[in-house]
């Protein structure tokens, strides 16, 4: 197997925070999205999308989508399990997993990439941004509410739902996006994560 990645971008650091947390390593490459590699023949002959992460296998096979690969993974990898141990533990962890990706990662990203973008070429549009600047806020407030004192964002122990909230935090510090100090509970749970060790980017190798 081999990971083509870029771990400073959210989905990439997902898949790092993940991949680190179960202990699972894979000869990685970085493909530097900031100076385009992304967008070179090679690279499109591979992943046509033009994005990362991408997992090779040894196959051959390309297998693109970071919740995908993470899925692929968890299945090879059960132990520790970071999608629940029972039917309704995995539904739980997924439904939460979704509101992190679709309600607040994929926000982030488009209010840094129309206001900020750290992306070669990307002319952002600060009315998109605002758009979903206030998108973002009732996703938060719930999300705030959902996490109450728990220790990780799905219950008690560090779950997908977990990467994929940090993978969005982290871009959106970098690219000057944060939640308000109102969202006390994300706050917490974000500066205690911020600890593990998963959430330090791997380097190459
Ligand atoms: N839904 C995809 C999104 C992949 C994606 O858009 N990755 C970003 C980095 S977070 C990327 O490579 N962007 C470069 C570009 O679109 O030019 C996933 O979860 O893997």
Redesign the pocket.
């Known amino acids: 197997m081999k990971l083509h990645t870029?771990p400073p971008?959210?989905?990439?650091r997902k898949l790092n925070t993940y991949l680190r947390e179960k202990g699972i390593e894979i000869p990685t490459v970085w493909v530097n999205?900031l100076k385009g590699e992304?967008?070179t023949p090679e690279f499109l002959a591979m992943n046509p999308?033009?994005?990362?992460?991408v997992l090779e296998l040894d196959d051959g096979t390309v297998l693109?989508?970071?919740?995908a690969i993470i899925e692929y993974l968890e299945e090879l990898h059960p132990d520790p399990p970071m999608i629940g141990t029972t039917a309704l533990e995995r539904a739980q962890t997924r439904r939460i997993e979704r509101i992190c990706e679709m309600g607040v990662l994929g926000r982030v990203?488009r209010i840094v990439h129309n206001s900020n973008s750290p992306?070669p070429g990307v002319q952002g549009k600060t009315a998109i941004a605002d758009h979903f600047r206030e998108e973002l806020e009732p996703v938060l407030a719930r999300l705030d509410a959902e996490i109450g004192d728990r220790p990780f964002v799905a219950g008690d122990r560090p779950t997908i739902a977990d990467c994929t909230l940090f993978g969005a935090l982290e871009f959106g510090r970098f690219g000057g996006v944060e939640p308000g100090p109102q969202y006390a509970n994300i706050h917490r749970w974000w500066a205690d994560f911020a600890k593990r060790p998963s959430a330090e980017i791997a380097p190459p190798g």
């Open positions: 870029f971008a959210p989905n990439p999205l992304h967008k999308a033009g994005n990362l992460p693109t989508e970071s919740l990203a992306l």
